[in-house]
Nanobody
């Protein structure tokens, strides 16, 4: 069983930066694929970025490529999402997800956090 808790959301001006964290419980978390998704009001939950358990494979949505960076610190059981050059369309609730299986960009993740709000003002 893995529990995920996101933090770091807030409001920022367009062009600014924000960093999200996702703290995980569970001794085997370091062997899990981790990902970030986001959901704006009235929209479906969309894939943002994912990182394999060893950190050797990362995938980003085209909309965030070059602006967002996913990383992990397995010693701290924490996943990060650094968001730069933020745009108003990046506003959403951001969710952390984890799964012991291979990296996917769909919502096939076994464990989810409760989400953290990110608002980018124009």
């Amino acid at each position: 069983q893995v529990q995920l808790v996101e933090s770091g959301g807030g409001m920022v001006q367009a062009g600014g930066s924000l960093g999200l964290s996702c703290a995980a419980s569970g001794r085997t978390f370091s062997y899990y694929t981790v990902a970030w998704f986001r959901q704006a009001p009235g929209n479906k939950r969309d894939f943002v970025a994912a990182l394999s358990w060893g950190g050797g494979n990362t995938v980003y949505a085209d909309s965030v490529k070059g602006r967002f960076t996913i990383s992990r610190d397995n010693a701290k059981n924490t996943v990060y999402l650094q968001m730069n050059s933020l745009k108003p369309e990046d506003s959403a609730v951001y969710y952390c997800a984890a799964d012991p299986r291979r990296l996917v960009t769909t919502m096939e993740y076994a464990y989810w956090g409760q989400g953290t709000q990110v608002t980018v003002a124009s």
